[in-house]
């Protein structure tokens, strides 16, 4: 079973100004259980507005978007209260995500009592611990409180919060992008490992071509709100059809190294 299905899903936002942004463009795409699927595109392409979407945090104005064979534009808040815990999201900023006033503890621990996920104390702490442990972070965090970490360390809390539910599918959108690249390789590392020891479906969200190469399994442009181009990861960036992926790419590329052969040939 697919653990994504969405058709056609549009939305607009008014602006302060009066106008009207269209966000997302007449999207459709599925992702099968255990896949990576990337999306790239620059920003204001409507990555994250389509994040937020596949969750139900923003409500589509049109279209259907089915998870786990649940249509999740038709349940009910309290309804989507309960399955918050399997469709998790892991944000950008790690900080302005996690409650500065809360201790590490309190906020993983959050999501299992929202959620009423195990029942006593002893459990949920053990729980949080456990979790914690699964992201790097020894029992000594627990009391400590999100300013008191680094950019990385808050965002393992941010992950480990998600994780603590026992999601199957999340959505990390740009979760290394505000890391420093050695810091960045070793979460991206530690969510590939997760993925297979917990069975995890990701939807990647990025603007580093890079990453999404080493990272998904498949890939969808996008660009003004709309896919421009799916495919395998290989295919799509090894032989982009589309010009804007040309384009997008070929901004994209690293300096080229010295060499004297390039100079003479470009001189
Ligand atoms: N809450 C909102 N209100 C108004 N406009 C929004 C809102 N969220 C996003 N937008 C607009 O929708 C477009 C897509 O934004 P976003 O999904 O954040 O793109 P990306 O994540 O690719 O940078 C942008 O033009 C942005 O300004
Ligand atoms: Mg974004």
Same mark, same amino acid.
């Given at each position: 079973m697919a653990i994504i299905e969405m058709k056609d899903v549009r939305k607009t936002f008014r602006t302060p100004q009066g106008t009207t942004v269209t966000a997302v463009d007449g999207?459709?795409?599925? @992702?099968?259980?255990? =896949?990576?699927?990337?999306?790239?595109?620059e920003s204001g392409s409507g990555k994250s507005t389509l994040g937020r979407l596949i969750l139900r945090l923003n409500e589509a104005d049109s279209g259907s978007i089915f998870l786990e064979g649940e249509d999740i534009r038709a349940l009910s &808040?309290?309804?989507?209260?309960k399955r918050r815990r399997r469709w998790q999201i892991v944000f950008q900023e790690p900080f302005a995500s996690l409650n500065p006033r809360l201790t590490i503890?309190?906020?993983?621990? =959050?999501?299992?009592?929202?959620? &009423?996920?195990y029942g006593s104390r002893t459990e949920r702490l053990q729980r949080v611990i456990e979790t914690l442990n699964e992201v790097g972070l020894s029992e000594e965090f627990l009391n400590r409180r999100p300013a008191n970490?680094?950019?990385?360390?808050?965002?393992?809390?941010?992950?480990?919060?998600?994780? @603590?539910?026992?999601p199957t599918l999340v959505v990390l959108d740009e979760p290394t992008s505000s890391l420093d690249l050695t810091i960045r390789a070793s979460i991206l590392r530690?969510?590939? &490992?997760?993925?297979?020891?917990?069975?995890?479906?990701?939807?990647?969200?990025? #603007?580093?071509?890079?990453? @999404?190469?080493?990272?998904?399994?498949?890939?969808?442009?996008? #660009? #003004?709100?709309?896919?421009?181009?799916?495919?395998?990861? #290989? =295919? @799509?960036?090894?032989?982009?059809?589309?010009?804007?992926?040309?384009?997008?790419m070929a901004a994209a590329l690293p300096p080229v190294p010295y060499s004297p052969e390039a100079k003479a040939a470009t001189a």
């Open positions: 999207v459709s795409f599925g @992702v099968e259980r255990g =896949e990576t699927l990337g999306i790239i595109g &808040k309290a309804q989507l209260r503890r309190q906020i993983v621990e =959050e999501p299992l009592v929202v959620s &009423k996920t970490l680094s950019g990385g360390q808050q965002q393992r809390v941010g992950i480990a919060r998600c994780l @603590v539910t026992d530690m969510l590939a &490992k997760l993925q297979v020891a917990r069975d995890l479906t990701y939807v990647f969200i990025s #603007h580093d071509i890079e990453t @999404v190469r080493h990272f998904c399994s498949r890939v969808a442009v996008m #660009h #003004h709100g709309q896919f421009v181009e799916t495919g395998t990861t #290989h =295919e @799509v960036l090894s032989n982009p059809q589309q010009p804007y992926t040309q384009a997008l």
